[in-house]
């Protein structure tokens, strides 16, 4: 991708409240990463139904021996609902919309259900964003994916993003801490806890936050000072490449 200049969308846009609905999940989900073609090895119930999600994605499929999944079936929303009766541990394989195929060691035991939400440590190719993405010039895709965020709907294709390589980090006084992510095709959304520590008001200037591989930085509310103990939201949209060389 060639290099560009980080893009100003608050330059464009009205400053609204960003309400973006998280993932339906279970309360007790365990969040996990996953690489592609790998495996995990899971423990699960063999007296209750297990779910596995993958967020951003819908699995489509998951398979194992004849006789070992005494049920399973697919929810509105994507997951996978599966039960086994099996005492002893065999190897479950998912599949996803998205083109994902990783294996599952299961260890049954006689447990409560196991509810997980699996991400994978690498970006996937997702088409459908990428029509969106490529139908519009440069800066006006910024515009418009930015406008999307702050509607919390996000354009067609995207999906949540694991934020387990995100880092805290501070910048001229201020602490960024990693609280939701989102991948598009070629882009890579972040949005992090902006906070004040410091006893006294610290300017707020967003150039600060400028990485290599930025396109655009929004802060929202976004105030000419940030006051001692007051926080706000950053958001850090990224080039995105993918390890087949697309983006």
Same mark, same amino acid.
């Given at each position: ?46 007296? /209750? ?11 489509? /499929? ?6 070992? !999944?005494?049920?399973?079936? /697919? ?25 994902? *195929? ?82 598009? /095709? ?11 520590? !410091?006893? *006294?008001?610290? *300017? ?29 939201? !950053? ?13």
């Amino acid at each position: 991708m060639t290099n560009r200049k980080p893009f100003h969308p608050w330059r464009w846009l009205p400053l609204l409240v960003l309400a973006v609905a998280p993932t339906t999940m279970a309360a007790t989900a365990v969040t996990l990463t996953f690489s592609p073609g790998g495996h995990l090895d899971l423990p699960i119930s063999n007296v /209750n139904p297990n779910l596995i999600v993958v967020p951003g994605d819908r699995v489509t /499929n998951i398979s194992s021996a004849a006789g070992l !999944l005494t049920d399973k079936k /697919n929810t509105q929303a994507g997951a996978a609902l599966f039960s086994t009766a099996s005492d002893k541990p065999f190897t479950l394989y998912v599949e996803t919309r998205l083109g994902q *195929v990783f294996s599952i060691n299961a260890t049954p035991r006689a447990t409560e259900g196991r509810s997980y939400r699996l991400f994978p440590t690498t970006p996937t190719p997702r088409p459908v964003a990428k029509v969106w993405e490529t139908a519009q010039p440069y800066e006006s895709m910024l515009v418009a994916l930015n406008r999307a965020l702050l509607r919390g709907a996000l354009p067609e294709g995207y999906g949540p993003a694991s934020i387990d390589k995100e880092a805290p980090f501070t910048r001229a006084g201020l602490q960024a801490t990693p609280d939701s992510a989102w991948d598009g /095709n070629a882009v890579h959304i972040v949005r992090y806890r902006l906070t004040n520590p !410091l006893s *006294v008001p610290v *300017v707020l200037r967003e150039p600060d936050f400028w990485t290599p591989g930025t396109r655009a930085i929004m802060v929202h509310p976004r105030y000419q000072r940030l006051i001692a103990g007051a926080s706000t939201w !950053l958001y850090v949209i990224r080039t995105q490449e993918h390890t087949d060389g697309q983006h």
